[in-house]
């Protein structure tokens, strides 16, 4: 049989790449002679992008898959734990304006619906936030308290949680592990051409010194230029402006004050005028910008709005602007080539979507490597339905933070209430939660990126009532709430009580290192 | 409290220790650090296991004297109720401290100071062993300290050794075990460790035969016997709760 898939050619060296060659060159037994050979062609003149510095904890089962050592992946990628995102100064913009999307799941979720609890509930401005009631991570955040201890092993938690990490250092890090452990073959080389088949298939990719890579798959991880998706097969770009506004990052390394510093064990998402400013601890530094619409602000205020959110260092630090394109391709896999990362398809940062939607790709492409040209439609198909709806739902959910603000302090907020920007999927699932709180059932495909637990964080941390007066039955189960009311008091007391601070537990990973069990 | 200050023969010419009095340094202790030249002794009363240090979270080979912090049921009347009392005990109150000295020749020595805790209740001036002869050499006690302290710091890169060889060959397991006692009250055991008897059971050849020339088979086999302590460890705690 000569249409085997026997050789897969990724094309780019950024963080998508190497995640892509990774999980198909452990998965596929690269190293073995009996194995898929992977290849990976970077171009030793193009910069790699650099964003994405923030994970979800989907980044533990992946770094696992790829037999990387977690003491290893903290020690050199700059790398520290995020439990979650706090977002201040979305609602009204006030100085006390904040609340939590946390990672752990609300007490009992899946057995009971405690947020139909947590509303009926006698409010008292003291009484405590959705995300406080109903989950321990917050006060965790609060604390500045790690997800885990020392004695915790590799991978396991106390509370969930996911990495902020240095990209640069990371892909540099991907790299090395992907040659020397899993055997992935690294040309360093200019794409110059592309050959084709008759039937549209790539045959292989003409390189300035290493001649044509020859391949049966072809992976897009060329960032935004797209080369192989974009560019040769010409597949439109969906664009998303009408809905997330947001196009333009001023992004900026801000160096701690002194080594001891606190490290926010989640990221900081702060609403302004025309956006909002991302803030996230790496071991050495602060990752910080403000991605705000250009539409609604000009660059000298955002320049002037990101300098007063840092501080007095600002005007020592260099600021690098990044466009934001936000959208996705219409389809993603043609022919024999399937694009991941930015090639396919970039969404603003709100809500660390990149990374997730590169490790989801790379999953589905090792997972479902059609052995045969014969049966790769099916699968680009099944990609391709796949990926979209979980760009769609991406989309609803970030919009979701921007339609329920009260801000009014700019046009930006106001705008994006407009009902014409809101999608008519997100339209509907709003309509329904008017009477009742997001539910498993809402979200039926088991190729969900956010579970229902997000969406209740989001609409009740936002100040949103799903009103329960017509089926007041449905709180009957008061011994239910009790208990899991009760169970996160004392989860939350014991959790402070026994984790380190953040900082404190990164300065011992990189000392001691966890154990593996 | 523990006040460390360094042995030497004229401020310790007449400091006696009372022997036994040293094993109350042991009473409210349920886990006990070992090593790994006393398995073998320890192997026919106490469990091993392997715990994680709390500050470092690296392994820790522990004898278990009870089930709950505070705990050691070998404490009885007053006594160490033991054939074998493990040498971290029988070493008090004295301990190694390790000082950088910089000579003349800017070289760095790193030398070993045998030090004594002030604050040990088995400290007297009356009774028991001296630490020096009257002409101030060192009594016949006093050196059998020192052979002791000088064991526990070869054990601790025997235990290194060891330790090395069983998370190389993934020989770790937690131990998970719900414990129900006479008085009906039930305890779960958390954060101990010990040998995963399948994995032990499929090594490779290559595997065995460095473990034995290495020398460290018997202890590995030690602890797994010694697990079967831990129904005698039940035993002495339903006799208390009785």
Redesign the interface.
């Known amino acids: 049989m000569s249409n085997l898939i026997k050789t897969v050619v990724v094309v780019g060296g950024g963080i998508a790449g190497w995640l892509t060659a990774g999980r198909l060159a452990a998965k596929h037994k690269a190293k073995d002679a009996n194995g898929v050979k992977v290849v990976l062609v970077e171009s030793p003149s193009i910069p790699t992008i650099g964003v994405g510095e923030g994970t979800w904890p989907t980044m533990r089962s992946t770094l696992l898959a790829l037999g990387i050592s977690e003491t290893d992946f903290i020690r050199e990628c700059d790398a520290s734990f995020k439990q979650g995102a706090k977002f201040a100064k979305w609602v009204d913009g006030s100085e006390d304006d904040f609340y939590y999307h946390p990672l752990v799941l609300p007490q009992g979720f899946g057995k009971g619906d405690l947020a139909a609890h947590w509303l009926a509930k006698e409010r008292d401005p003291n009484a405590p936030s959705f995300s406080n009631d109903v989950c321990f991570q917050e006060a965790v955040c609060e604390q500045g308290l790690a997800p885990k201890?020392?004695?915790?092993p590799e991978y396991a938690d106390v509370a969930n949680y996911a990495y902020h990490l240095d990209s640069g250092k990371f892909a540099v890090f991907l790299q090395k592990h992907c040659t020397t452990a899993l055997g992935v073959r690294h040309i360093l080389d200019n794409v110059t051409d592309i050959n084709t088949c008759d039937n549209g298939d790539i045959s292989s990719v003409v390189t300035l010194e290493h001649g044509d890579v020859e391949g049966d798959l072809f992976v897009d991880c060329t960032g935004f230029s797209s080369l192989l998706l974009g560019k040769h097969y010409q597949i439109p770009f969906k664009s998303c402006r009408d809905v997330l506004f947001v196009d333009t990052a001023l992004a900026i390394q801000v160096p701690y004050e002194n080594e001891h510093d606190e490290i926010a064990s989640h990221t900081i998402s702060t609403g302004q005028e025309a956006g909002w400013i991302w803030d996230i601890g790496l071991q050495h530094r602060r990752g910080v910008g403000y991605v705000y619409s250009s539409k609604h602000s000009s660059e000298e205020q955002a320049r002037a709005i990101l300098a007063k959110y840092v501080g007095e260092t600002f005007d020592s630090l260099t600021v690098r602007k990044i466009p934001i394109a936000s959208g996705h391709r219409e389809k993603f896999w043609k022919n024999n080539c399937v694009a991941v990362g930015l090639s396919a398809g970039f969404l603003e940062p709100l809500e660390a979507s990149a990374l997730v939607l590169v490790e989801l790709s790379a999953q589905m492409i090792s997972e479902q490597l059609p052995q045969t040209r014969d049966i790769m439609d099916i699968i680009a198909e099944r990609f391709n339905e796949t990926f979209l709806y979980r760009w769609e739902k991406i989309i609803d959910f970030l919009k979701l933070h921007y339609i329920l603000s009260k801000r009014t302090d700019n046009a930006f907020w106001t705008d994006n209430r407009n009902p014409q920007s809101i999608p008519e999927s997100l339209k509907e699932s709003m309509a329904l939660w008017r009477y009742r709180a997001p539910a498993d059932h809402d979200f039926t495909s088991n190729n969900e990126v956010f579970p229902a637990a997000s969406y209740q964080y989001i609409l009740y941390g936002m100040g949103f009532k799903s009103d329960y007066s017509q089926t007041a039955y449905a709180l009957d189960d008061v011994d239910f709430a009790q208990h899991h009311f009760a169970q996160n008091v004392k989860l939350t007391e014991k959790a402070i009580s026994t984790l380190p601070k953040n900082r404190e537990l990164i300065n011992?990973v990189i000392?001691?290192?966890?154990?593996?069990? | 409290m523990t006040q460390l200050v360094a042995v030497d023969n004229k401020n310790h010419l007449n400091t006696r220790v009372d022997l036994s009095k040293v094993a109350q340094h042991g009473a409210a202790l349920h886990l006990v650090p070992v090593v790994l030249s006393e398995f073998i002794h320890l192997a026919v009363q106490y469990p091993i296991v392997l715990t994680?240090?709390?500050?470092?979270?690296?392994?820790v080979f522990s004898a278990m004297l009870g089930f709950e912090k505070g705990e050691n049921l070998f404490w009885q009347q007053e006594q160490w109720q033991g054939l074998y009392v493990p040498l971290q005990i029988r070493r008090q109150p004295f301990f190694i401290e390790a000082s950088i000295h910089q000579n003349n020749n800017e070289q760095h020595n790193n030398e070993l100071t045998v030090c004594l805790n002030t604050e040990s209740p088995a400290l007297s001036n009356l009774v028991g062993e001296a630490l020096f002869e009257v002409d101030g050499q060192e009594s016949a006690y006093f050196r059998d300290v020192k052979a002791n302290l000088s064991l526990l710091i070869m054990g601790e890169k025997e235990n290194e050794l060891l330790l090395k060889s069983l998370?190389s060959m993934?020989l770790?397991?937690?131990i998970s075990l719900d414990i129900t006692f006479a008085n009906q009250s039930s305890t779960k055991l958390t954060?101990l460790?010990t040998i995963d008897q399948d994995k032990l059971g499929s090594l490779t050849n290559d595997q065995v035969i460095s473990l034995y020339h290495t020398g460290l088979l018997p202890s590995i086999y030690a602890m797994v016997t010694s697990l079967g302590q831990v129904h005698a460890l039940i035993d002495l705690k339903n006799k208390r709760l009785n």
């Open positions: 201890t020392i004695r915790t011992k000392e001691f290192g966890f154990n593996r069990i | 994680k240090n709390g500050n470092t979270g690296q392994f998370t993934e770790i397991q937690p954060g460790y």
